[in-house]
């Protein structure tokens, strides 16, 4: 029932440019965004869907219309926007039908490989459909499998009117990656409920807790002058950055030394120059109070550096982010056990994981509106060796298609 038009719609989808630009000062913060945006607004006035909207903001709406009386309205969230990390710019996705098993090396950068042992997934997916990229861009299923499904769901609820359900809410937001994807929307916009964010790997993944998240900016000032008179006179800000680096906690508090409910400390960006350099950290823990001692771990590093260089300055700046939404979907017991309910009926095993990371669902939920997240069938995201299952797209599809029943009470 959805295999092709699935697959042709995720392709369409991809190859839109949306990255988002975590330094530009507009909403969105690109213009792809707005391209796939008024894209799915179109599919979706063709599909019948008279009041499908994209808003000056950039953010689709669209209402799918109930067909049970008295049923509560319940909304699906993704978001269009593609992460910074890695260049989203002409995506060539490569469709592995009938996939062999084994390692997959991407072809216009032989050097990239999606193996087995990085992603042991992949063994009980032989015979499949694997969608890659060709090694150079991601491939932009974090999230535009989630706008695949989503549209998809809508798609077969126009097509099969008999199929019973509430009202449904369609929202499709921007600048997700860049923490930014509810900054223009009310969840009064959306008037729902409950919603769902469609984002995550997998089948059957049920989220209703996120990472607490705050940003620091850390900007260390030296003292440039020519490199040739410079004795006793510079301070290099570019090794003043390696010495507050160096002050961090070594071997634990990092992405690549934690798991499960570990937090960290992530330095992710470093620019500048010898007279000022900035360092973007991103400070992560599911309980949100040790946030304050991670910033302190950064404050800490900061005062070591400045004691030793007394003509240093080094300024910490904390940005919050968003919050865990664990207690906001416990307000609403319903969104956890209706989506397990629809899991289960459509013949999955429903597992409860955690989001190490962040979704829209997590300021939707602190907005007031419980938003857990659905998995939807993406991996190894924000990278070149990202992929994604046609068929774990196909069964995400078929878990919304009982949920919108499980709510309507059939």
Same mark, same amino acid.
């Given at each position: 029932?959805?295999?092709?038009?699935?697959?042709?719609?995720?392709?369409?989808?991809?190859?839109?440019?949306?990255?988002?630009?975590?330094?530009?000062?507009?909403?969105?913060?690109?213009?792809?965004?707005?391209?796939?945006?008024?894209?799915?607004?179109?599919?979706?006035?063709?599909?019948?869907?008279?009041?499908?909207?994209?808003?000056?903001?950039?953010?689709?709406?669209?209402?799918?219309?109930?067909?049970?009386?008295?049923?509560?309205?319940?909304?699906?969230?993704?978001?269009?926007?593609?992460?910074?990390?890695?260049?989203?710019?002409?995506?060539?996705?490569?469709?592995?039908?009938?996939?062999?098993?084994?390692?997959?090396?991407?072809?216009?950068?032989?050097?990239?490989?999606?193996?087995?042992?990085?992603?042991?997934?992949?063994?009980? !997916?032989?015979? =499949?459909? $694997?969608?890659?990229?060709?090694?150079? %861009? *991601?491939? +932009?299923?974090?999230?535009?499998?989630?706008? #695949?499904?989503?549209?998809?769901?809508?798609?077969?609820?126009?097509?099969?009117?008999?199929?019973?359900?509430?009202?449904?809410?369609?929202?499709?937001?921007?600048?997700?990656?860049?923490?930014?994807?509810?900054?223009? !929307?009310?969840? =009064?916009? $959306?008037?729902?409920?409950?919603?769902? %964010? *469609?984002? +995550?790997?997998?089948?059957?993944?049920?989220? #209703?807790?996120?990472?607490?998240?705050?940003?620091?900016?850390?900007?260390?000032?030296?003292?440039?002058?020519?490199?040739?008179?410079?004795?006793?006179?510079?301070?290099?800000?570019?090794?003043?950055?390696?010495?507050? !680096?160096?002050?961090?906690?070594?071997?634990?508090?990092?992405?690549? %030394?934690?798991?499960?409910?570990?937090?960290?400390?992530?330095?992710?960006?470093?620019?500048?120059?010898?007279?000022?350099?900035?360092?973007?950290?991103?400070?992560?823990?599911?309980?949100?109070?040790?946030?304050?001692?991670?910033?302190?771990?950064?404050?800490?590093?900061?005062?070591?550096?400045?004691?030793?260089?007394?003509?240093?300055?080094?300024?910490?700046?904390?940005?919050?982010?968003?919050?865990?939404?664990?207690?906001?979907?416990?307000?609403?017991?319903?969104?956890?056990?209706?989506?397990?309910?629809?899991?289960?009926?459509?013949?999955?095993?429903?597992?409860?994981?955690?989001?190490?990371?962040?979704?829209?669902?997590?300021?939707?939920?602190?907005?007031?509106?419980?938003?857990?997240?659905?998995?939807?069938?993406?991996?190894?995201?924000?990278?070149?060796?990202?992929?994604?299952?046609?068929?774990?797209?196909?069964?995400?599809?078929?878990?919304?298609?009982?949920?919108?029943?499980?709510?309507?009470?059939?």
């Amino acid at each position: 029932m959805t295999t092709q038009t699935l697959l042709e719609r995720f392709l369409r989808y991809v190859r839109i440019d949306t990255q988002a630009d975590e330094k530009s000062t507009t909403y969105p913060s690109t213009p792809g965004q707005l391209e796939l945006g008024k894209l799915l607004r179109d599919e979706l006035l063709a599909m019948g869907y008279a009041d499908a909207v994209q808003d000056e903001h950039g953010i689709v709406f669209a209402t799918i219309p109930g067909n049970v009386p008295n049923s509560p309205t319940i909304a699906f969230n993704a978001h269009v926007d593609t992460s910074p990390e890695t260049s989203g710019k002409n995506v060539d996705p490569q469709v592995i039908r009938n996939y062999p098993g084994g390692d997959i090396v991407l072809p216009k950068d032989p050097a990239k490989v999606i193996r087995v042992a990085d992603a042991p997934e992949l063994a009980a !997916l032989v015979g =499949k459909t $694997i969608i890659t990229t060709d090694g150079t %861009t *991601l491939l +932009g299923g974090d999230d535009k499998a989630g706008v #695949a499904v989503i549209m998809e769901l809508a798609r077969i609820l126009a097509e099969h009117p008999t199929i019973p359900h509430g009202p449904i809410r369609v929202v499709f937001t921007c600048d997700e990656e860049i923490g930014k994807g509810v900054l223009h !929307l009310d969840p =009064k916009q $959306i008037g729902a409920v409950v919603a769902y %964010t *469609l984002d +995550g790997q997998g089948v059957g993944e049920l989220e #209703a807790e996120t990472f607490s998240a705050d940003k620091a900016t850390v900007t260390i000032s030296g003292v440039n002058i020519h490199p040739g008179i410079a004795k006793g006179k510079m301070l290099n800000a570019v090794k003043l950055a390696g010495e507050f !680096l160096a002050k961090l906690p070594q071997g634990r508090l990092s992405p690549e %030394t934690t798991e499960d409910r570990e937090g960290f400390l992530h330095p992710y960006i470093v620019e500048g120059g010898v007279g000022k350099t900035t360092l973007h950290v991103l400070l992560r823990d599911h309980e949100t109070a040790k946030l304050a001692e991670y910033a302190e771990l950064l404050r800490g590093a900061a005062a070591a550096v400045m004691a030793e260089h007394p003509k240093a300055v080094v300024d910490v700046a904390i940005t919050p982010q968003y919050r865990n939404m664990r207690e906001g979907i416990a307000k609403e017991p319903r969104a956890m056990a209706y989506a397990e309910a629809a899991v289960k009926r459509a013949g999955f095993a429903p597992k409860h994981c955690i989001i190490r990371g962040g979704t829209d669902g997590a300021q939707l939920t602190a907005k007031g509106l419980p938003t857990p997240n659905i998995s939807t069938g993406e991996h190894n995201i924000h990278s070149p060796l990202e992929w994604v299952c046609l068929e774990e797209l196909e069964a995400n599809v078929r878990v919304l298609v009982e949920l919108v029943q499980v709510w309507a009470g059939k």
